[in-house]
């Protein structure tokens, strides 16, 4: 099956009679979320879709398989039948026509190599991760395409204000697929196109891409107002600074200025700033209350991402010869050269100058 082909037998008008096979690896709360939203979706449209989750631990994957629950990130919330799990890569990518990542983005190469072995010639990757590799400063996507050896028709990001639990929930969300290939990119909405989760696309995949990841590290700035008891003035200024910040960045790599006004952009940082679901804003308060990076990594069950990326972000602006105060001053405190006391004063630090700028 070539890229062309991929994903139309989700489509209802397919007449499909051989399901989709695709792999999702991650089944934290976004990962097992996803695979829920695959999985409703092919009920929706009458497509037979097998969706194979890998988790790290047997327990989980026994549970998903038998009981359909990932009580572990989702409570009670019932998976798809279609939905099984296992603890082997392999299993799960073998002829999978489209390989979801949902892991930490500090560990991602680590499993592409296991994926590269038994990976189809013509299989979609499908990035939900957040975040920069450490050390290379690279995008998902990019080390996907490096590590695997595939083109941009073969990668996808999919972005937006997705607090997992809401659309666990069924809450009506809206979110991005971005691809290179225009036919990809909606051929992978499709897959995902529910009642309750709306794909739009596009082929900003730069700035899909920096927009999820920034937004990380803005969210860790206003859970430290919260946690500094600073007001919503504060907190407004820092959002709406810090979407400047964003695309000050994503501009400079290429990223169209559209996608920040949308969903990926301004939709994802709203969800992430205000949301008590957020972990990188919950991440933020703590360490606004004056833990340090590593008590408050010991306090979350989950990964915040902003915690890891924040110090890619920062180099990658630098080298780009990017101004970005707040990722600066979360960093900082990050690494416990700045005390939080003093980051109110250093958050909207830049020379004075016009708004738009």
């Known amino acids: 099956m070539n890229v062309q082909n991929i994903a139309r037998q989700a489509e209802p008008s397919s007449g499909a009679q051989h399901g989709a096979r695709i792999a999702v690896l991650g089944a934290g709360s976004w990962g097992t979320t996803f695979a829920k939203v695959l999985g409703d979706a092919a009920r929706s449209s009458g497509s037979p879709v097998e969706v194979v989750l890998w988790a790290r631990r047997e327990e989980v994957a026994r549970e998903i398989t038998e ?75 990019e080390v996907i395409a490096e ?68 937004k990380n590290v803005i969210a860790l700035a206003v859970g430290i107002c919260d946690g500094q008891r600073l007001g919503d003035n504060s907190k407004a200024s820092v959002i709406t600074r810090g979407l400047a910040e964003t695309t000050r960045l994503a501009s400079v790599l290429g990223g169209q200025l559209e996608t920040f006004s949308g969903l990926a952009g301004l939709g994802d940082l709203v969800a992430t700033c205000a949301s008590p679901l957020s972990r990188n804003r919950s991440a933020g308060r703590l360490l606004g209350d004056g833990l340090t990076a590593e008590q408050v990594t010991a306090e979350l069950t989950q990964t915040a991402e902003g915690m890891k990326s924040g110090s890619a972000v920062v180099d990658l602006a630098r080298r780009h010869g990017v101004e970005m105060p707040i990722s600066e001053a979360v960093v900082a405190v990050l690494e416990g050269t700045l005390v939080v006391d003093r980051i109110a004063s250093l958050l909207l630090a830049r020379d004075l100058k016009a708004e738009g700028k």
């Open 67 to 141: 009981d359909h629950t990932n009580t572990s990130y989702l409570g009670d919330v019932p998976l798809p039948e279609c939905v099984r799990a296992t603890t082997d890569i392999a299993e799960a990518v073998t002829d999978a026509e489209v390989v979801v990542l949902a892991v930490p983005a500090q560990s991602l190469r680590s499993h592409l190599t296991a994926v590269g072995e038994v990976l189809d010639d013509e299989a979609v990757l499908v990035s939900l991760i957040k975040g920069l590799e450490r050390g290379t400063d690279m995008r998902m996507s």
């Open 147 to 214: 590590e695997l050896g595939v083109g941009p028709a073969r990668v996808a990001v999919v972005s937006g204000p997705n607090l997992a639990m809401e659309i666990a929930r069924e809450e009506p969300t809206a979110s991005v697929v971005a691809c290179a290939e225009v036919s990809v990119a909606e051929r992978i909405a499709a897959l995902c196109n529910n009642a309750y989760f709306r794909p739009y696309t596009n082929t900003d995949v730069v700035g899909v891409e920096i927009a999820g990841i920034v």
